[in-house]
């Protein structure tokens, strides 16, 4: 990174807004190049499931749950459990 960075201006103020962009351009440079140059690229699994997010995870924990419950409460049909697990 410190040879990309050899490219600004040392230690000088920068006079008005395009100096900025440009200076800020090659640091940007600079950076962007490091990373590729040291973090390999990844690839992701085929057998990931990108569409599971965390609501589902909670969604499904909770259905698990009334389910267990319903199932401890499976003699008494009246129990609410089994309507609100029903829902």
């Given at each position: 990174?410190?040879?990309n960075l050899d490219q600004i201006a040392r230690l000088k103020e920068i006079a008005d807004?395009?100096?900025f962009d440009?200076?800020?351009n090659v640091l940007n440079g600079a950076v962007q190049a490091t990373i590729k140059?040291?973090?390999p690229e990844m690839k992701p699994s085929p057998y990931a499931k990108r569409w599971w997010t965390l609501e589902l995870t909670e969604a499904k924990k909770q259905t698990s749950q009334l389910a267990a419950q319903a199932k401890?409460?499976?003699l008494?049909?009246?129990h609410p459990i089994h309507r609100e697990h029903k829902v």
């Amino acid at each position: 990174m410190n040879e990309n960075l050899d490219q600004i201006a040392r230690l000088k103020e920068i006079a008005d807004r395009q100096e900025f962009d440009e200076c800020l351009n090659v640091l940007n440079g600079a950076v962007q190049a490091t990373i590729k140059k040291h973090i390999p690229e990844m690839k992701p699994s085929p057998y990931a499931k990108r569409w599971w997010t965390l609501e589902l995870t909670e969604a499904k924990k909770q259905t698990s749950q009334l389910a267990a419950q319903a199932k401890y409460h499976r003699l008494n049909q009246h129990h609410p459990i089994h309507r609100e697990h029903k829902v």
